[in-house]
Nanobody, 123 residues
Framework: QVQLVESGGGLVQAGGSLRLSCAAS????????MGWFRQAPGKERDFVAA????????YYADSVKGRFTISRDNAKNTVYLQMNSLKPEDTAVYYC????????????????WGQGTQVTVSS
């Protein structure tokens, strides 16, 4: 069992930055690939970024490539999402998720989810 708790969301102006954190419980954090997803009102949950178990490999949606950076600290059981050059279209609830062994961009394949944190980007 893995429990995930996101933090770091908030209101920011366009062009600003936020850093999201996702703290995981349990001693098997390094066995899970981690992903960040987001969901805007009335829309589906979309893939944002993923990181491999070791942190050596990262993957991004085209819409955030070059602006967002995913990373993890296995000693702290935490995954991060650094978001720079934020745009109003980045406004959404952001979720972190854990998938055993290997990551994917398909949310339905993830095993555990956090409760989400709201990110609002004003124009």
């Amino acid at each position: 069992q893995v429990q995930l708790v996101e933090s770091g969301g908030g209101l920011v102006q366009a062009g600003g930055s936020l850093r999201l954190s996702c703290a995981a419980s349990g001693r098997t954090f390094s066995s899970y690939a981690m992903g960040w997803f987001r969901q805007a009102p009335g829309k589906e949950r979309d893939f944002v970024a993923a990181v491999s178990r070791s942190g050596d490999s990262t993957y991004y949606a085209d819409s955030v490539k070059g602006r967002f950076t995913i990373s993890r600290d296995n000693a702290k059981n935490t995954v991060y999402l650094q978001m720079n050059s934020l745009k109003p279209e980045d406004t959404a609830v952001y979720y972190c998720a854990a998938k055993y062994y290997s990551g994917t961009l398909y949310p339905s394949l993830y095993d555990y989810w956090g409760q989400g944190t709201q990110v609002t980007v004003s124009s």
